[in-house]
């Protein structure tokens, strides 16, 4: 076991898969209302239940506060416990200090529970300086709203000094939530992933499918609906060879689909993936990523794989 993880963030380090709730309730991005429902939302929450994933990623402005309520109502449904994370968005006009232990109850009304197991800032955004943030952070844990801290789309001299803000409190940086894929290995490149690693800071990967990417179900004949459809145009076309390789090393293990040696490769780096899922079936496939592991040389030529598709 790592040393520097400190004993009250060591329970995310066992946690080895979550869900993410982006989906539950954003018309946006993931049309929901259109492509699913509540039900389906429900049933994704119960299969993954089912599977023994017990970590949910949510965020306050997921759907306008939908995502949360949702959670919320799941989580009065079942009888396992479930750790919840949550996000607060350092909205330009949230000029005071006391706005994030404001937002951090009213993500906790929504939930329907008294405190949350990570507590994550969602961006890095101005004017209102990181270590402010932080000081808030620590107010929380004080009040014991939520268990722990995190931060998400901090790059390495952001997260130190929230690492530092939250130290000179005695508070542990917990988490730091970044965009992991094959398709998106900026924080493996730029240092990042292994700094976390150092400081016992665990590494949530967001997005580990690049939103559907790689299942393999979208070309540039068939692209993703919407704004996803346009942010992908210049990767779509070099795809082609990761996704064979990927198909390849699926049946290597048994028939395993290219959506689970996406989220194996994510375990296999030291990440947990939070894969979103917008109903049951997603959610079984997803979870198929687990109970297994890809050999190193797989994760390597997998590597090679990606390095070729993002050049
Ligand atoms: N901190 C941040 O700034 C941030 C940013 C983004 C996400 N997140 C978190 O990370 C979670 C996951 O990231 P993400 O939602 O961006 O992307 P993702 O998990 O890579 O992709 C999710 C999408 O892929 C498709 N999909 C999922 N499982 C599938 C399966 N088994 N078969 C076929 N299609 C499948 C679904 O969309 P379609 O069916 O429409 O293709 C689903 O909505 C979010 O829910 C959220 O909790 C955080």
Request: proline share 5%; with cysteine.
């Amino acid at each position: 076991m790592n040393e520097t993880i400190s004993s009250e963030t060591r329970f995310l380090h066992a946690v080895e898969f979550g869900l993410g709730a982006w989906q539950w309730g954003d018309r946006l991005i993931w049309q929901y209302g259109q492509t699913h429902t509540e039900e389906d939302c429900r049933a994704a929450f119960e299969v993954s239940m089912a599977a023994g994933i017990r970590f949910v990623d949510t965020a306050e402005v997921y759907g306008s506060g939908r995502s949360e309520r949702l959670l919320g109502k799941f989580l009065k449904e079942t009888d396992q416990p479930v750790l919840v994370a949550t996000k607060f968005l350092p909205f330009p006009w949230r000029l005071r200090k006391k706005s994030l232990i404001r937002a951090l109850k009213g993500s906790l009304e929504r939930i329907g529970v008294e405190s949350v197991d990570l507590y994550q800032v969602h961006q890095p955004l101005p004017p209102i300086p990181i270590e402010t943030w932080m000081e808030s952070m620590a107010e929380a844990v004080k009040q014991g709203l939520t268990r722990t801290v995190g931060v998400s789309n901090y790059n390495q001299s952001q997260m130190l000094r929230a690492y530092s803000a939250l130290a000179r409190k005695s508070v542990p940086l917990a988490a730091n939530q970044v965009t992991y894929s094959l398709l998106n290995r900026a924080i493996e490149k730029e240092g990042l992933l292994a700094r976390c690693n150092e400081l016992g800071v665990r590494v949530i990967a967001y997005s580990p499918i690049e939103k559907g990417l790689l299942t393999g179900k979208y070309s540039t004949e068939n692209p993703p609906p919407g704004i996803r459809g346009q942010r992908y145009s210049s990767l779509l076309p070099k795809i082609g060879p990761l996704l064979k390789l990927m198909t390849a090393i699926g049946q290597e293990h048994g028939g395993k689909s290219k959506t689970q040696v996406a989220l194996n490769w994510c375990i296999c780096k030291g990440t947990m993936p939070i894969p979103g899922a917008k109903n049951a079936a997603q959610a079984e496939e997803n979870a198929g990523a687990l109970g297994w592991r890809l050999t190193e040389e797989e994760v390597a030529k997998l590597d090679q794989a990606s390095d070729a598709a993002l050049k």
